[in-house]
């Protein structure tokens, strides 16, 4: 239950960065953010090399004590390419959501990205599961929630003929819902990965290739001139005309975000599911835009209208449809 209320808090603390003075761009965010959320991860890290480094020469020495040694021990080379592949997915996802962040709002981010719980299982099917006819009837409530959000208006508005349905979406909503994909890709091979590897390690080496890849984004961003210069910097930095109250309050937001609903909701998740069932924990993540959306109306003051309520109420119906479905075979496979 507290992984959903950490997450719930990221859209709204990303929208409250990009809404200050001087904001700072989506690479510099990310790029600062995850180099914050890796610290929690750098004993692990560590450790990690060792044990790669340790079953290279392992796999050297000729002896057969030493490959009996190791022929239970974790599979680091397998931990590597597993974090380097997630961590990719990851990356895309984080990206795409941060930018998406500065052009739309929290509300309609946390509409958009709670089309996980449908990506998902229409991922796990495409990799090679059965897909369920409860799956294809989610995804077309995803499109018609979709719709309904860039409507303008609710249904009420939409029946009296004064707005239109539409799938046309906005720049900052396409870019949310591609990192909703991503995500979801990585949801389907995580568990693959997961039912071989440690969580901890697994989870450190994502968080380290996603940081390498957000601080290569900030360098690529700056390079083409999408960034404050270094001389003004944005308000993390100092940025022209930004107070101290100013860079305390954009620096503990950052600071926030990186841990709470980064490091601390990571490692709440891994230590969740080691002993809930995966449908049972969708069930408490798809709590997550519910979260995002009050917090986002209480705090930062978005307007939530009839098309956002109605949009999310759809959204979660489509996951329910999904989690119900996921329940159902997993009674069927033990009865």
């Not at 590597?80 to 997630?86: D, F, I, Q, T, V």
């Not at 003929?161 to 979406?169: H, R, S």
């Amino acid at each position: 239950m507290l992984v959903p209320l950490a997450w719930g808090t990221y859209n709204p603390s990303l929208r409250l960065l990009y809404s200050l003075p001087h904001p700072p761009s989506p690479g510099e965010l990310s790029g600062t953010r995850l180099c914050v959320a890796l610290l929690p991860f750098l004993p692990t890290l560590l450790a990690l090399a060792r044990g790669a480094a340790q079953q290279r020469r392992d796999q050297a020495l000729p002896a057969l004590g030493s490959q009996d040694a190791s022929a239970g021990a974790t599979d680091w080379a397998l931990v590597l390419r597993a974090s380097m592949e997630l961590g990719g997915y990851n990356l895309l996802g984080t990206v795409g959501q941060a930018w998406g962040l500065e052009h739309t709002s929290a509300v309609h981010a946390a509409v958009l990205l709670s089309s996980i719980n449908v990506f998902v299982p229409l991922g796990a099917a495409l990799s090679g599961e059965l897909v369920r006819p409860a799956t294809w009837v989610a995804c077309v409530l995803v499109l018609a929630a979709i719709a309904l959000l860039n409507s303008g208006g609710g249904v009420g508005q939409l029946t009296s003929g004064d707005g239109a349905l539409t799938l046309v979406l906005s720049p900052g909503d396409a870019a949310v819902l591609c990192a909703a994909l991503s995500y979801s890709t990585y949801t389907v091979r995580l568990g693959a990965f997961a039912r071989r590897l440690p969580a901890l390690p697994l989870s450190a080496g994502k968080t380290a290739v996603l940081a390498l890849g957000c601080c290569a984004y900030a360098v690529a961003e700056r390079g083409l001139g999408h960034a404050h210069p270094l001389e003004t910097g944005s308000v993390l930095w100092g940025g022209e005309g930004a107070s101290l109250e100013l860079r305390s309050i954009a620096w503990a937001t950052l600071l926030f975000s990186a841990l709470v609903p980064g490091s601390l909701a990571t490692w709440l998740q891994a230590r969740g599911q080691s002993g809930v069932s995966a449908p049972e924990a969708q069930v408490i993540l798809a709590l997550t835009p519910v979260v995002s959306v009050c917090v986002a109306g209480a705090l930062l003051g978005e307007t939530v209208g009839a098309n956002v309520f109605e949009a999310g109420a759809i959204m979660l119906t489509a996951s329910a449809i999904c989690i119900a479905s996921d329940i159902r075979a997993g009674k069927q496979k033990t009865t």
